[in-house]
C-alpha cells in the first residue's frame, strides 16, 4: 500500500475520520493524500431576470487549498506522535473541480491508493451529499478499498475485525487482502460466510474460497457461518457479540454477477453503521493490496 487517500469536505465528520484513520497510516508504512472536491460555478442562470454572479463559488479554490493545508498539518502532528522507525509518511493535498467519484478514481490510478478514507454520513439531509456526492458514488467509482468510519468511532487498536463472505470468487482477494492488513495492525480477522435459506452456494467456488482460506489460516484467523434474510442484521448482530471493531464486505457493483453483497447490500450497510466499515470492490487489482 502506496498511499492512502482521505476525502474531506471539511466537516466535523470528515476530519473525524481522517484524524482517526492518521493513527494507524504509520502503521502501514503508507503515504497521505488529502483530497476535496468544490464546484466553481460563479454563474447562476435566471436570477432577477438574469445571471448572478456569486462570489462565494470564485473563492472556492483558494479556500479549499488553505483549509486542506490546515488540516494537513494537524495529521503530520498526530502522526508524528505515533510513528516508531524511521518511517515518516509523506503528506500530500489537493482539491478539483466536479463530481467527486470520478475525481477520485483518476487519482487512485495516478497515485497508487491501496485505501480510500471517508467519514459516513449522518441521519441530517445534508450529511448524506458531500459536494454532490454521496459515499455509495466514492465506493461505486473506488477500484480499491474504502473505509467508512462513523461519527464518534475510534480505531486506537483495532483487536477484531469481522469479514463477511458469500462464496465467491472474489472472497479470496477480500481474505488476502484482510489477512495482510491484520498483520500490519495486529487485529484478529473473523471469517463469517453468509447463507441465505432459498439459495445454494455453487461448490466449486465454495471449495475455492475454503482452500484459500486454509492457506492463510492461522492463529488470528477463525471462521464461522451464520444464515438468515436480513444480512445486515444479522451481521450487525455479530459483531456486536463477538466486540468487532470494524465490519468489511466486498461491494459487487450494478451488474450480472452482483451476488450477496451488491449495491443495496452495501448501502444498507451503510444505513444501518454503528461501527467502521470496509468495503472492498469486487474487481479490486493487485496493485490495491
Known amino acids: 500500500m502506496k498511499t492512502i487517500l482521505m476525502l474531506t ?17 504509520p502503521q502501514l508504512k503508507a503515504d497521505l493524500m488529502l483530497y476535496n472536491t468544490y464546484y466553481d460555478h460563479p454563474i ?24 486542506l493545508s490546515q488540516l494537513a498539518i494537524q495529521l503530520k502532528h498526530i502522526m508524528s506522535g505515533i510513528s516508531k522507525d524511521d518511517f515518516k509518511p509523506q503528506t500530500d493535498y489537493q482539491c478539483g ?8 478514481a483518476v487519482i487512485i490510478q495516478e497515485r497508487k491508493v491501496g485505501l480510500v478514507v471517508i467519514g459516513s454520513r449522518t441521519d441530517s439531509a445534508i450529511d448524506h451529499v458531500i459536494f454532490g456526492s454521496d459515499t455509495m458514488d466514492v465506493i461505486d467509482h473506488a477500484a480499491c478499498p474504502v473505509l467508512v468510519i462513523p461519527p464518534k468511532a475510534e480505531m486506537n487498536k483495532l483487536k477484531k475485525v469481522t469479514l463477511a463472505i458469500a462464496f465467491e470468487l472474489a472472497d ?77 464486505l466486498v461491494h459487487h457493483r450494478d451488474g450480472f454477477l452482483s451476488g450477496l453483497f451488491d449495491r443495496s447490500t452495501t448501502a444498507t450497510a451503510l444505513d444501518n453503521q454503528a461501527i467502521p466499515l470496509m468495503v472492498i470492490p469486487s474487481d479490486q487489482t493487485n496493485d490495491s493490496k
Request: charge should be negative.
Open 172 to 248: 479470496i482477494n477480500a481474505i488476502s487482502y484482510m489477512t495482510d492488513l491484520g498483520r500490519q495492525l495486529g487485529f484478529e480477522l473473523e471469517v463469517v460466510h453468509v447463507s441465505l435459506p432459498e439459495e445454494n452456494d455453487d461448490p466449486v467456488k465454495e471449495n475455492a474460497v475454503l482452500a484459500h482460506l486454509n492457506t492463510v489460516k492461522q492463529e488470528h484467523i477463525t471462521y464461522q457461518e451464520v444464515g438468515g434474510k436480513d444480512v445486515i442484521r444479522r451481521l450487525n448482530k455479530l459483531c456486536k457479540e463477538s466486540c468487532s471493531d470494524m465490519l468489511a
Open 97 to 104: 473541480e466536479g463530481p467527486l467519484g470520478k475525481n477520485m
Open 9 to 25: 469536505d471539511f466537516s466535523e465528520n470528515a476530519n473525524h475520520a481522517a484524524k482517526t484513520a492518521a493513527k494507524f497510516v
Open 44 to 67: 447562476l442562470p435566471t436570477y432577477a431576470g438574469g445571471p448572478w454572479v456569486v462570489e462565494e463559488f470564485v473563492f472556492q479554490k483558494d479556500e479549499s487549498t488553505a483549509q
